[in-house]
């Protein structure tokens, strides 16, 4: 299994505060990817990077910002969170530009 | 817009009889199919791939079919096994940046 933790595995906040999710990985991937996955939505790329401070929009980014500072560190930021970001969030990595991405365990966010 | 769609949200299996699981694309330009299988509380673990110059891959009790002229893929399962229930998600990709397209997902039950 692909070397990938994501912190907090669980979280649970209140509307308008900030939240910041962190992927790890020790895979040395160049590509890193920010997932929600929603009942009825399947999973949908809020953000990703294809190497350090290289990051683009996914399909949901608006209220999501990111960050890539060294190779294996992602992290997500929710600058204030809404009863609409409560989601399970997925970190996944990839060698290449497509084939097969490898997935976290995911962070299940609940914002009251 | 929803660019690749599983219009089945479950699907019951009895064990050793074959699953069968569809997903349909729109964006003519995806070239790479993927299948993720994935465990309540988990990550999605990818399970088996195929490149659009192909119709045909099989690994195991997993077989992939595309018909490009129908943007039409699906898994086949045989035999079915009960550690195979899960949600299977399908994915597809342009080669465009590295994103990944997922279906919403379908929920598969194998019975004993």
């Known amino acids: 299994d692909a070397g990938i933790t994501q912190s907090p595995r669980h979280k649970v906040t209140e509307t308008g505060t900030p939240v910041t999710l962190r992927c790890h990985q020790t895979?040395?991937?160049?590509?890193m990817y920010w997932y929600r996955q929603d009942p009825g939505h399947g999973l949908r790329l809020i953000h990703y990077s294809y190497g350090v401070k290289d990051t683009d929009k996914g399909e949901v980014s608006d209220g999501y910002s990111v960050s890539r500072s060294k190779t294996e560190d992602f992290l997500l930021t929710l600058e204030s969170a809404t009863s609409s970001q409560t989601s399970v969030y997925f970190c996944?990595?990839?060698?290449?530009?497509?084939?097969?991405?490898?997935f976290g365990p995911g962070t299940r966010l609940t914002v009251l | 817009d929803q660019q690749v769609k599983q219009n089945s949200p479950s699907l019951s299996v009895q064990e050793g009889r074959i699953s069968i699981l569809n997903c349909d694309y729109t964006?003519?330009?995806?070239?790479?199919f993927l299948w993720y299988k994935k465990y309540p509380a988990e990550g999605p673990t990818f399970l088996i791939s195929i490149s659009s110059i192909k119709d045909k891959n099989e690994d195991g009790r997993f077989t992939v079919f595309l018909n490009k002229s129908a943007k039409h893929l699906s898994l086949h399962i045989v035999p079915s096994q009960p550690g195979d229930s899960a949600v299977y998600f399908c994915?597809?990709?342009?080669?465009?940046?590295?994103?990944?397209?997922f279906g919403q997902g379908t929920e598969l039950s194998v019975k004993p």
């Open positions: 964006n003519s330009m995806f070239d790479y």
């Open positions: 996944a990595i990839g060698l290449t530009s497509y084939n097969e991405q490898f």
């Open positions: 895979e040395n991937h160049r590509y």
């Open positions: 994915a597809a990709s342009d080669n465009q940046g590295g994103k990944l397209i």
